[in-house]
């Protein structure tokens, strides 16, 4: 079999990048390992970038319809005794323009979503229950049960997540960070009102709340490392308990879930590959960055790279300039947004990583400065989502650590809309005579 580009999986960043190459007449062969819905959980926090990337390619309306729209974080401290100490907000709608919401999806309907726009392309040819066992210059090696086959292709592009053959078959290896804590998660019912996301924290614990369509709501809930077992041989009233002390509005819901089976561990780590691409080879989502989940990125990143490669190899087959050392503009468009990203969670997540009560002190004052000075809040929001990437300086520091007042003016739409990426920051080889 023959094809423009094989993708080794399905996942969201396979499939996003799938559907930008078909939409544009590239034939694409994707392999997925898996032949049913996992039951595991996945990222389902979209943030305003990916809804725009969604827009662009004709799936956003209906993204829209099957979530749920978050525009506030709700981030409260508590004291020791559980009594509210301080609240602030972290709120989309300061971004300017149609994209000021984060949304709640779950992980396999959206990607269902996206699979269906793309088969509707003959050119797009999806194998499911096919793994991808190896790769050379020209081929990929698929199995499927005990049949096996080959696909030649120009492109390969490795979106297997975290262990990626893609990856190992450039030679690309990355070193992984882990934190000192693990996380419980799950989702389970709601009330029908709860609709934006929480995350209560004291010194140290912390839960997070985030309401998804048909009032459900997904929670991650913090564990230092290890507890798991023991906490699992628990009584499962001891894990309602541990949410209704910090969420009383998840009291007479969270008790539904009467089996600790349906409580996953996530365990975080953090790692960067060095590189994306190599000669006709390049990686996309997991396979090529882990980051902390506190930020709600992951899944985020999988589909901003998933449009950047997407964009450029669709305006490779149109131009006919399909020289793979074209690829390099994907890395360095994405790389260094990635590296922020990863950045910024990490930091999130130390925040949260030390049980001390300065820490907490600490935390609770950025937030409240945070909140406070519109253009800290802007930056905050702006980094999040996607939509652009605007560095703290030291005078934002000083802000944050109460050593310089707070600034009382915000910016007009017109000035926030510049620090968005632009069409040229986003696909800067469209510029006449790059490609
Ligand atoms: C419990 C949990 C919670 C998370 N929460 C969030 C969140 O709230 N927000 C967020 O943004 N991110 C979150 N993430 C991270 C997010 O889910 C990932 O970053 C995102 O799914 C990455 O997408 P991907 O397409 O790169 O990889 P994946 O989603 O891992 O998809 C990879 C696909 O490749 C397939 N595959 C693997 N090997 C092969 C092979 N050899 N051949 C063929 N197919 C193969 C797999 O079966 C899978 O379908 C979470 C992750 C976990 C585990």
């Given at each position: 079999m023959k094809t423009d580009v094989f993708i080794s999986g399905g996942g969201i960043g396979g499939l996003t990048l799938a559907l930008k190459l078909v939409q544009r007449g590239v034939d694409v062969v994707l392999a997925e390992r898996l032949s049913k819905k996992p039951p595991t959980y996945k990222g389902e926090l979209l943030q305003p970038k990916s809804m725009q990337i969604f827009d662009s390619i004709g799936i956003y309306e209906e993204i829209c319809e099957r979530s749920n729209e978050i525009k506030v974080l709700d981030m409260l401290e508590l004291s020791s005794t559980l009594k509210v100490q301080d609240q602030s907000f972290m709120d989309y709608?300061?971004?300017?323009?149609?994209?000021?919401a984060a949304y709640m999806v779950h992980h396999e309907e959206l990607k269902s979503i996206i699979l269906e726009a793309a088969l509707m392309f003959t050119n797009f040819h999806y194998f499911n229950g096919t793994a991808c066992k190896s790769l050379s210059e020209n081929k990929a090696v698929l199995q499927k049960g005990k049949e096996t086959f080959e696909v030649e292709a120009r492109f390969f592009f490795g979106a297997e997540g975290r262990a990626s053959v893609t990856r190992k078959s450039m030679g690309i290896e990355v070193k992984q960070t882990t934190y000192n804590h693990h996380f419980l998660t799950v989702s389970f019912p709601r009330a029908e009102n709860f609709k934006d996301g929480k995350i209560i924290s004291t010194y140290n614990r912390f839960l997070g709340l985030f309401p998804l369509p048909d009032n459900m709501v997904r929670s991650v809930y913090l564990i230092p490392e290890g507890d798991y077992k023991e906490l699992k041989e628990k009584p499962i009233s001891h894990f309602h308990k541990l949410y209704t002390d910090l969420a009383p509005a998840v009291d007479g819901y969270v008790q539904q879930l009467t089996d600790w089976k349906k409580i996953q561990l996530m365990i975080p780590i953090m790692y960067h590959a060095p590189s994306y691409v190599k000669t006709n080879k390049a990686i996309i989502g997991d396979a090529a960055h882990a980051v902390h989940p506190m930020a709600g990125e992951g899944m985020n990143m999988a589909i901003q790279d998933a449009d950047i490669l997407g964009e450029l190899v669709a305006d490779m087959k149109e131009t006919g300039k399909l020289d793979p050392s074209n690829l390099k503009w994907y890395e360095k468009v994405r790389y260094k947004r990635a590296d922020h990203v990863i950045q910024l969670s990490h930091l999130a997540a130390l925040a949260y990583s030390f049980p001390f009560k300065p820490v907490s002190y600490l935390r609770k004052r950025t937030f409240e400065r945070m909140e406070e000075d519109p253009i800290l809040h802007f930056k905050q929001m702006l980094n999040v989502s996607g939509l652009g990437m605007w560095k703290e300086n030291v005078r934002d520091r000083f802000i944050q650590g109460g050593i310089m007042p707070i600034r009382i003016r915000d910016l007009p739409p017109s000035t926030k809309e510049l620090k968005y990426f632009t069409r040229e920051d986003d696909y800067p080889w469209k510029v006449e005579g790059l490609l």
């Open positions: 709608s300061v971004l300017p323009g149609k994209y000021d």
